[in-house]
């Protein structure tokens, strides 16, 4: 029974640039959400997903964006990257909204 | 005010010691309450949830929660080395969708 996948593992960008991740919900599940987590600090949800399409959305700029396939895998762009966008980016897949999220290894992403 | 509050730590406590892991949120109308395990350079692995007041029980973690004075709690009985890592707590509003709002995490230290 394959978990959360999220594909690639690290990433290095540059200013400006811009970037997809993408994830592979658990099986069974059919709602992804996406989570960015500084170090050192708790994640901070981005959006939810669920029957593709933008379910709920956190304090994120416009420059984050995503999508859901009919196949419940997901993407998130983010365009004209900042320094402070270096993170980890988490991607969680449930049942469901309210049924509990299960994590991916994630993608570590890096800023030049 | 943060939404969901944790002690950062570090929490040190002697193998075979139980360690107690608090967490305060402030949204009322929260209903779902989760705790996750963060290892170092890991991604967050979903231990346990609670929706009722009271205890959970599941191995040697219990799940406390109290909606009356808005803190959930995590003891870990018979701490092993093992369980040194960040604990996060989250919790879900109701009317949030699936929304996780997270606290920043507690990191907990069990020496042999």
């Known amino acids: 029974d394959a978990g959360v996948t999220q594909s690639p593992t690290h990433l290095i960008k540059t200013r400006g640039q811009q970037v997809t991740l993408r994830c592979s919900p658990k099986s069974g599940h059919d709602t992804v959400s996406w989570y960015q987590q500084a170090l050192g600090q708790g994640p901070q949800f981005i959006f939810q997903y669920y029957e593709e399409e933008e379910r709920q959305r956190g304090n994120f700029p416009d420059r984050f964006s995503g999508h859901q396939f009919p196949n419940y895998s997901s993407e998130l762009n983010v365009n004209a990257l900042l320094l402070g966008d270096s993170a980890l980016y988490l991607c969680a897949s449930s049942l469901g909204a309210t049924q509990a999220q299960h994590f991916g290894d994630g993608t570590r992403l890096s800023i030049l | 005010q943060k939404e969901v509050e944790q002690n950062s730590g570090p929490l040190s406590v002697p193998e075979g010691a139980i360690a107690s892991l608090n967490c305060t949120y402030s949204?009322?109308?929260?209903?779902?309450f989760f705790w996750y395990r963060q290892y170092s350079g890991k991604s967050p692995e979903l231990i346990m949830f609670i929706y009722s007041n009271g205890d959970k029980e599941d191995g040697r973690f219990t799940a406390q929660l109290n909606k009356a004075s808005q803190y959930v709690s995590l003891l870990i009985r018979d701490s092993q080395p093992s369980d040194s890592a960040t604990y996060l707590c989250?919790?879900?509003?109701?009317?949030?969708?699936?929304?996780?709002?997270f606290g920043q995490g507690t990191e907990l230290s069990v020496k042999p």
């Open positions: 949204d009322r109308g929260s209903q779902s």
């Open positions: 989250a919790v879900k509003g109701d009317n949030q969708g699936g929304k996780l709002i």
